[in-house]
């Protein structure tokens, strides 16, 4: 049976999520207080929101929620010692859900560290990039000043982690088909281009993309899942080489109209023979 925890708020981040938003509420409803922190949505998510009786923020992120700025909104907002960090993609089984105020109630913990499993093209993909995230912490059990993009934050010194087992997780929905996949890998690959990271050599990239296919079809079994796993894996490859691809043209300011200069002195090259 759902167990309320008047210690624990679900954060749940959105934009234009009414196709999705009411199940996820439903889902978090009867075991704490909801947050909703909308990025301005034009549909009727906020509306969907205050029907279930939630809190929203409204908060325009830059294309990603653990930014400095938005972090510390959230924690002003929140009233419990607790929060779970989720989003409209996302849901949670009962029993892992009961095991997570389970762990809260026990007072021996700071951070709740949480397996998210995925569903690409509509089918489970068992631990298929399956990755960890402290998603359920105390307000001060982590640190986002300075945070960087897929970065969590740094966990406070002191802090004490609950990893849960395997078997608890984070159902995470992918509801990208190729074409709006590549779009957002797209935005993502913009924004860590932004950011001062180091270009990784050739070699690295090529040795991180045969790990990456020998560790998620081989050892964590995706090839039985089918062609999504195949599709999944070679996405994930495939951003890897787009985001190293972009970080080596902000690097050596490389763009079309230095490409096509570079391009000119072949061509005025080949145009000499015709003088």
């Known amino acids: 049976m759902p167990d309320w925890c008047d210690e624990l708020t679900f954060v749940v981040f959105t ?15 009867p075991f704490g207080k909801i947050l909703v922190v909308d990025n301005e949505s034009s549909d009727r998510t906020i ?17 990603w929620v653990e930014d400095e700025i938005t972090t510390s909104r959230v924690k002003a907002k929140v009233q419990t010692p607790w929060i779970y ?52 912490f105390k307000k001060e059990a982590i640190d986002f000043s300075g945070n960087k993009l897929h970065e969590f934050g740094r966990v406070v010194p002191g802090s004490r982690i609950l990893e849960l087992p395997l078997k608890y997780f984070v159902h995470h929905f992918i509801s990208n088909t190729a074409k709006s996949y590549l779009n957002v890998m797209d935005r993502y690959t913009d924004m860590e281009s932004r950011e001062s990271r180091p270009t990784p050599t050739m070699l690295r990239l090529f040795l991180s993309g045969v790990k990456t296919i020998l560790v998620n079809l081989v050892l964590r079994g995706g090839h039985r899942v089918g062609p999504p796993a ?23 300011a490389l763009d079309r109209d230095v490409i096509e200069a570079k391009n000119d002195a072949v061509r005025d090259g080949i145009l000499k023979f015709l003088e």
């Open 230 to 252: 195949y599709f999944l894996v070679s996405s994930m490859v495939y951003y890897r080489w787009l985001s190293a691809m972009k970080l080596y043209e902000r690097r050596i």
């Open 85 to 136: 960090w989720g989003f409209a993609d996302e849901m949670v089984d009962t029993t892992a859900l009961s095991t997570i105020i389970a762990a809260i109630r026990a007072a021996r913990f700071d951070i709740i560290n949480i397996a998210r499993k995925n569903h690409y093209y509509g089918t489970f993909c068992g631990d298929l990039f399956a990755d960890r995230m402290n998603r359920i």
């Open 47 to 63: 509306a969907i929101a205050e029907h279930y009786g939630c809190d929203v923020l409204s908060n325009k992120n830059t294309g």
């Open 15 to 29: 934009f234009n999520e009414e196709k999705r938003i009411e199940r996820v509420l439903r889902n978090f409803k």
